[in-house]
C-alpha cells in the first residue's frame, strides 16, 4: 500500500523563477494538503484540495497556487521566487472533507538562491 | 487568530522511562487533534488522534490526554525507546466547513539516551 509520494525530493531555483512540486496521494484518498515548513518550525498550512476544487487556503500570497487532477493528485506552484520561499514542502492526504488523519509525504526540500 | 503551541522545546530521557510531552491549545472551539513524529528528513509521521468528545485515548505505548478546560494537550510515551529520538508536534484541525486545515505548534525535539 503506497503512501504519499511526492517529487521531487530536492530542487534548487534561484530568484524570480517558478517552480512546480507534485504529489500523489496514498490509495484511497481524495483529498489532499499542501503545508510549507520552514527549518526549526512547524509545518503552515498553505492550501487544500478536494474534488479538483481549492476548498481552504491559509495565509500566502497568490505567487501560490496548486491543481487537482482526476486522479486526485496535486500540484503545487509557485512563481516569482524569493529566498523566503526556501522550505520543505510536504504534502498531506486524507479521506474526504469530515474530521480523519492526514499523511504526509516527506516533502521536496526546495531552496532559493 | 488560532495557534497551537508546545511547553517545551526540548524534552531529553533516558531509554525505559516514560515521556510526557504537552501542548497547549488557543482556539476554544478546535475539535480534533492529532500527535505527528517527524525524523531528520522525512515528512510527519501519524502516532495518534483525538475528538474533542474524548479525555483519552490509548495506542500502543502512547496515551494522548485532552483537557479542555486548560485547553491542554499532551502525548505520553511509555517505556521510551532510542527510536523515538524525534521531533513531535500536536496539530489542531480548525474547523471549517470548506476544508480541513492543521494549525501545527513549532515542536518538542525528544532526545533518548541508553
Known amino acids: 500500500d503506497a503512501g504519499v509520494t511526492q517529487s521531487p525530493t530536492h530542487l534548487i531555483k534561484t530568484r524570480g523563477q517558478q517552480v512546480t512540486l507534485r504529489c500523489s496521494p496514498k490509495s484511497g484518498h481524495d483529498t489532499v494538503s499542501w503545508y510549507q515548513q520552514a527549518l526549526g518550525q512547524g509545518p503552515q498550512f498553505i492550501f487544500q484540495?478536494?474534488?479538483?476544487?481549492e476548498r481552504q487556503r491559509g495565509n500566502f500570497p497568490d505567487r501560490f497556487s496548486g491543481h487537482q487532477f482526476p486522479n486526485y493528485s496535486s500540484e503545487l506552484n509557485v512563481n516569482a521566487l524569493l529566498l523566503g520561499d526556501s522550505a520543505l514542502y510536504l504534502c498531506a492526504s486524507s479521506w474526504g472533507q469530515g474530521v480523519q488523519p492526514q499523511h504526509f509525504g516527506d516533502g521536496t526540500r526546495l531552496s532559493i538562491l | 487568530g488560532e495557534s497551537v503551541g508546545l511547553h517545551l522545546p526540548t524534552l531529553s530521557v533516558q531509554e525505559g522511562d516514560n515521556s510526557i510531552i504537552n501542548c497547549a491549545y488557543s482556539n476554544s472551539a478546535s475539535d480534533y487533534f492529532i500527535w505527528y513524529k517527524q525524523e531528520s528528513g522525512k515528512g510527519p509521521q501519524f502516532i495518534i488522534d483525538i475528538r474533542s468528545n474524548m479525555d483519552k485515548r490509548q495506542g500502543q505505548r502512547v496515551t494522548v490526554l485532552l483537557n479542555k478546560t486548560v485547553k491542554h494537550l499532551s502525548l505520553q510515551i511509555a517505556a521510551t525507546q532510542p527510536g523515538d529520538s524525534a521531533v513531535y508536534f500536536c496539530a489542531d484541525e480548525a474547523p471549517n466547513q470548506a476544508g480541513t486545515a492543521l494549525i501545527f505548534g513549532k515542536g518538542t525535539t525528544l532526545s533518548v539516551s541508553s
Open positions: 484540495y478536494y474534488e479538483e476544487e
